[in-house]
């Protein structure tokens, strides 16, 4: 399975779904937000003080909001009825997750005037608030093992247990591909005593796990391809996004000297994610975004989309259209156009890009396909003008074996970013891919290495904070400045953002391989 955000959210390979935006939230919780970043939803530590007087019937407390309820027992003290409402607002504490508040609210209901009226309700509910104890080797694995994105779920798992355990205890459980599947397997993780979870993959799952992870003090390493992370809240984010993808791309670009760039995207969540990452990096690069166009992925008819990208509309280009009006049945063959762009990215998955490459030569669009291409041949075709030779480049989606013989010619000398580079790669990465092999009897993806070496990593830093005498929090702590010198995918490193950052792998088309880029 390639990347393509193959893992997206399992996104436009049938995935996960979509992820709302991740705020980076402090010690307040964390936030979901629209795509507009109006909060929509955010769990905090104990109640926000009341806007106003408490005007609510004291007598009825089950009736009561957490505002309310905080509002009156700073009026109240210990005075009836403070037990019943302290038990009330422990209640809802525990069940939004605040486990250290609800046992705050709990132990102000002994001190109360009504202690005796609520004490063996208080008693059940301090029973249930008994935290675990903390296993200092058991990371909980959050990963979708059954319903539609089990086989997903199976390949991370794979991966994940070729890593180098370090003596980590994974304990594997199933969110079965859903938010709430996701969040209740954070409640088992904190219930089993696990130090800390790696995973959700899915996007949806991410938001959720992190959330629940937060509340409950455990430091969470995300799966799942996007941004969005908070050291102080203890999420980390392990895998890569179309976004990081896209910003390589463009730095690629500048190291490469292509000043002129440009992008032609499907028209889905992913593509609009890796379309706007890279025309934000190559602008801020000073590189000079000369074309954006899209196209339907899910439509048979590439050619209204690209020939509007490519300026091939008679309507809107009077010199095609006047061609076309003396240059009989050939004129769309004879056509020379202008390409304003030196470097031509598509971030989709190999066999759609293939196809997207296949028609530019047949629009006399000029791509790189050799080192050193014959001007003169090139200039006699255009009429006697010199055509703008394209780089065409891909993402992760376009590593698959079968791209050299799906695009032809017109993929060959094409470059592809990606976080690993398979068995091209060095030995760490080799090693991976053969064991991989091995173990399931297909080949390894990109997302497969990044859970391997996102493992690798976790169980790496677990090892360093066994003897902690508060492992979750020294745990949280290593992760926010842990380093991988050596993986699948290269060095990496977890930035001041949370985030795991590592430099991109450049392929190149040669012949029926993929090969490392010089």
């Given at each position: 399975m390639?990347?393509?955000?193959?893992?997206?959210?399992?996104?436009?390979?049938?995935a996960?779904?979509?992820?709302?935006?991740?705020?980076?939230?402090?010690?307040?919780?964390?936030?979901?937000?629209d795509?507009?970043g109006?909060?929509?939803?955010?769990?905090?530590?104990?109640?926000?003080p009341?806007?106003?007087?408490?005007?609510?019937?004291?007598?009825h407390?089950?009736?009561?909001?957490?505002?309310?309820?905080?509002?009156?027992?700073?009026?109240?003290g210990?005075?009836?009825?403070?037990?019943?409402?302290?038990?009330?607002?422990?209640?809802?504490?525990h069940?939004?997750?605040?486990?250290?508040?609800?046992?705050?609210?709990l132990?102000?209901t002994?001190?109360a005037?009504?202690?005796?009226?609520?004490?063996t309700?208080?008693?059940a509910?301090?029973?249930?608030?008994?935290?675990?104890?903390?296993?200092?080797?058991?990371?909980?694995?959050?990963?979708?093992?059954?319903?539609?994105?089990?086989?997903i779920?199976?390949?991370?798992?794979?991966?994940?247990?070729l890593?180098p355990?370090?003596?980590t205890?994974?304990?594997?459980?199933?969110?079965?591909?859903?938010?709430?599947?996701?969040?209740?397997?954070?409640?088992?993780?904190?219930?089993?005593?696990?130090?800390?979870?790696?995973?959700?993959?899915?996007?949806?799952?991410?938001?959720?796990?992190?959330?629940?992870?937060s509340?409950?003090?455990?430091?969470?390493?995300?799966?799942?391809?996007?941004?969005?992370?908070?050291?102080?809240?203890?999420?980390?984010?392990?895998?890569?996004?179309?976004?990081d993808?896209?910003?390589?791309?463009?730095?690629?670009a500048?190291a490469?000297?292509?000043?002129?760039?440009?992008?032609?995207?499907?028209?889905?969540?992913?593509?609009?994610?890796?379309?706007?990452?890279?025309?934000?990096?190559?602008?801020?690069?000073g590189?000079?975004?000369?074309?954006?166009?899209t196209?339907?992925?899910?439509?048979?008819?590439?050619?209204?989309?690209?020939?509007?990208?490519l300026?091939?509309?008679p309507?809107?280009n009077?010199?095609?259209?006047?061609?076309?009006?003396?240059?009989?049945?050939?004129?769309?063959?004879t056509?020379?156009?202008?390409?304003?762009?030196?470097?031509?990215?598509?971030?989709?998955?190999?066999d759609?890009?293939?196809?997207?490459?296949?028609?530019?030569?047949?629009?006399?669009?000029?791509?790189?396909?050799?080192e050193?291409?014959?001007?003169r041949?090139?200039?006699?075709?255009?009429?006697?003008?010199m055509?703008?030779?394209?780089?065409?480049?891909?993402?992760?989606?376009?590593?698959?074996?079968?791209?050299?013989?799906r695009?032809?010619?017109?993929?060959?000398?094409?470059?592809i970013?990606?976080?690993?580079?398979?068995?091209?790669?060095a030995?760490?990465?080799?090693?991976?891919?053969?064991?991989?092999?091995?173990?399931?009897g297909?080949?390894?993806?990109?997302?497969?290495?990044e859970?391997?070496?996102?493992?690798?990593?976790?169980?790496?830093?677990?090892?360093?904070?066994?003897?902690?005498?508060?492992?979750?929090?020294?745990?949280?702590a290593?992760?926010?400045?842990?380093?991988?010198?050596?993986?699948?995918?290269?060095?990496?490193?977890?930035?001041?953002?949370?985030?795991?950052?590592?430099?991109?792998?450049?392929?190149?088309?040669?012949g029926?391989?993929?090969?490392?880029?010089p």
């Amino acid at each position: 399975m390639t990347r393509a955000r193959a893992l997206g959210a399992l996104g436009a390979l049938g995935a996960l779904g979509a992820l709302g935006a991740c705020a980076h939230p402090g010690a307040a919780g964390w936030q979901e937000r629209d795509s507009h970043g109006a909060v929509r939803h955010e769990t905090r530590s104990s109640p926000p003080p009341s806007a106003g007087p408490v005007t609510a019937d004291l007598a009825h407390p089950d009736a009561l909001t957490a505002e309310q309820l905080g509002a009156a027992l700073a009026t109240l003290g210990d005075s009836a009825p403070a037990g019943r409402l302290a038990l009330r607002a422990a209640r809802l504490a525990h069940h939004r997750g605040d486990d250290a508040e609800a046992r705050a609210l709990l132990a102000r209901t002994a001190t109360a005037a009504d202690a005796t009226a609520v004490a063996t309700a208080a008693a059940a509910l301090g029973r249930e608030l008994v935290a675990p104890p903390v296993s200092p080797s058991m990371i909980a694995v959050l990963l979708p093992l059954s319903g539609r994105f089990a086989a997903i779920g199976s390949e991370l798992r794979a991966a994940i247990e070729l890593a180098p355990h370090e003596g980590t205890s994974w304990l594997f459980l199933d969110t079965h591909g859903e938010p709430d599947g996701a969040a209740a397997a954070v409640e088992q993780a904190s219930a089993r005593g696990a130090i800390g979870i790696l995973g959700p993959a899915g996007t949806r799952e991410a938001i959720a796990a992190a959330r629940a992870a937060s509340l409950r003090g455990l430091p969470i390493a995300l799966l799942a391809p996007d941004d969005g992370a908070s050291p102080a809240a203890g999420v980390f984010r392990l895998a890569s996004s179309p976004g990081d993808e896209a910003r390589a791309v463009a730095r690629m670009a500048l190291a490469d000297n292509f000043p002129t760039v440009a992008v032609f995207a499907p028209r889905d969540d992913v593509g609009q994610e890796a379309a706007d990452a890279f025309v934000a990096e190559a602008t801020t690069l000073g590189l000079a975004v000369t074309g954006q166009g899209t196209y339907d992925p899910t439509g048979g008819d590439l050619e209204p989309d690209l020939k509007k990208f490519l300026n091939l509309v008679p309507a809107t280009n009077p010199r095609l259209a006047g061609h076309l009006a003396h240059g009989g049945k050939k004129a769309w063959s004879t056509f020379s156009p202008d390409i304003p762009y030196s470097l031509l990215y598509i971030p989709d998955r190999y066999d759609r890009a293939a196809l997207v490459a296949a028609f530019l030569p047949y629009y006399n669009v000029e791509l790189r396909t050799t080192e050193f291409p014959d001007l003169r041949i090139l200039q006699r075709k255009h009429g006697g003008h010199m055509p703008q030779v394209v780089q065409l480049v891909g993402g992760a989606g376009w590593h698959h074996p079968s791209l050299p013989i799906r695009g032809g010619d017109a993929v060959q000398g094409a470059l592809i970013v990606d976080t690993w580079a398979a068995e091209q790669g060095a030995d760490a990465a080799q090693q991976f891919a053969a064991a991989f092999q091995g173990r399931t009897g297909r080949a390894a993806s990109s997302v497969a290495a990044e859970a391997y070496d996102a493992a690798t990593l976790v169980a790496q830093v677990r090892a360093t904070i066994a003897m902690a005498p508060d492992p979750r929090g020294a745990l949280r702590a290593a992760l926010a400045h842990a380093r991988l010198d050596d993986g699948a995918c290269g060095p990496a490193a977890i930035g001041v953002d949370g985030e795991l950052g590592r430099e991109a792998t450049v392929l190149e088309v040669q012949g029926s391989d993929l090969v490392v880029a010089p």
